[in-house]
């Protein structure tokens, strides 16, 4: 047990550095993005809202599926299926 309890406390202590070390690195990119998004918001920009949630993608490694309100409406009327 004691030798359980050391190991989660290094696993936990490694963790916690690297997520402190990544939000650090991106903390002003994602600020930037939620300025965007609200910004679109406030202005019922739906293309500007897509436009920061496709930065917020990029910086978790995503690709954005849809580029703008008008090819996420094509999709929706199409028969794809949205696969993950």
Request: hydrophobic content about 30%; charged content about 35%.
């Amino acid at each position: 047990c004691e030798e359980s309890i050391r190991m989660i406390r290094q696993y936990r202590n490694e963790m916690e550095e690297k997520v402190s070390c990544y939000l650090s690195e991106h903390s002003r990119a994602f600020e930037s993005c939620f300025r965007t998004l609200d910004d679109a918001i406030l202005q019922n920009d739906v293309d500007g809202f897509i436009r920061g949630n496709h930065e917020i993608q990029r910086i978790l490694g995503k690709e954005p599926r849809f580029k703008s309100f008008d090819e996420f409406d094509e999709f929706m009327k199409s028969d794809k299926p949205l696969v993950f």
